[in-house]
């Protein structure tokens, strides 16, 4: 049971971030990294298939959309900021594809490379479910297309060059990193030190293998089984004394994880460690959590809210991303309001 201050204190935190979804349009962030196609296909896997124990799946629809760092974009740009958005795409179907929905939500295309004889990064999940027996279908199976060769390092330095000039017109810098070429060692490095020359938030979502390319970041998003994977490979006993290693092994000012219907917790260099319990109702996928995440901290981090604020909105913003249906998972302004709205009229009702 919480106490009338911890409930005063939230719902203040409450009004905060509903005011900060007011005052937040024409912020602008600057965004660089990989970038690939989500497709999915949603069908009836009723029967097996006659030579292998496996499901046949009868596809009933099909769906796409830009993911990874165009998913920030996307979220961004819904919640009424301004994106200049870096990263590249292959000379083909599916790089147009992204460039063209990216484009028809609004957001520049100019600062995207189209990279000749590329394939671009193409995951493809397979949806299923007993027809008439079940509600809700699951992943069946997922596969990954992408680039077999590795990304040309001029690319990689003329988008960095292009994310350094755009630094100094931003209030915040998010570098999203799978790991496919866009971000370099050097590149982030000089990302990262402009951004503190400049006294700018940096939102690092690093891949777990090169988490040196997010040394000095302000926060670094985790999932729960990532933080748990260096739990073992440091060998320590607990989350905290891992997240405590982590940042002063890579002069982080905080770790956000995301464990998803187990809610996020914010361990910050300074102060006391924050967790939210995940408050969705019918949580359905997971798709998008660590892009959500980032478009929250932007938001709040780039409108001067503090590392404890921020992180309530990220935990708001990922409980929206949970009970989205799939190809819909990136942050929106209204959803996100209504969420918040209805959060404060829960703890209202608590309260009485």
């Not at 199976?141 to 000039?165: H, T």
Request: proline share 3%; hydrophobic share 40%.
């Amino acid at each position: 049971m919480e106490s009338p201050d911890d409930v005063g204190t939230e719902a203040e935190i409450l009004r905060r971030l509903s005011s900060l979804l007011e005052d937040v349009e024409g912020t602008r962030v600057t965004l660089i990294g990989d970038v690939m196609l989500d497709r999915y296909h949603h069908g009836y896997a009723n029967n097996l298939n006659s030579t292998a124990p496996v499901p046949a799946l009868r596809i009933i629809r099909s769906e796409e959309s830009p993911g990874a760092a165009a998913h920030i974009a996307r979220g961004l740009n819904s919640l009424g900021m301004d994106v200049d958005f870096f990263s590249c795409v292959g000379d083909d179907n599916e790089g147009d594809t992204i460039l063209e929905m990216i484009s028809g939500d609004g957001i520049s295309t100019k600062g995207i490379s189209v990279v000749p004889n590329r394939k671009t990064l193409t995951k493809i999940r397979f949806y299923g479910s007993r027809e008439s027996l079940l509600d809700q279908s699951q992943v069946l199976l997922q596969a990954d297309r992408g680039p077999l060769d590795e990304l040309s390092k001029s690319v990689s330095d003329d988008l960095i060059s292009a994310a350094l000039e755009s630094i100094p017109l931003s209030r915040a810098i998010v570098l999203s990193d799978y790991h496919k070429g866009v971000i370099t060692e050097s590149g982030a490095s000089k990302l990262i030190s402009k951004a503190k020359q400049l006294d700018l938030p940096c939102i690092v979502d690093p891949k777990l293998t090169g988490l040196s390319r997010s040394r000095g970041a302000d926060v670094v998003i985790f999932g729960m089984r990532g933080l748990e994977l260096q739990r073992r490979r440091l060998m320590l006993d607990n989350s905290s004394d891992t997240a405590s290693e982590l940042i002063s092994s890579y002069d982080w000012g905080a770790i956000l994880v995301l464990g998803g219907v187990d809610g996020i917790t914010l361990y910050p260099r300074d102060g006391d460690e924050l967790s939210i319990p995940c408050r969705s109702n019918a949580p359905r996928q997971q798709i998008g959590l660590h892009d959500a995440a980032a478009t929250a901290l932007a938001a709040a981090l780039g409108n001067g809210l503090d590392i404890f604020d921020a992180a309530s909105l990220a935990a708001a913003a990922c409980e929206c991303v949970l009970t989205a249906e799939s190809s819909h998972e990136f942050v929106n302004r209204d959803t996100l309001g209504v969420w918040l709205e209805e959060l404060s009229w829960k703890l209202q009702i608590s309260d009485r």
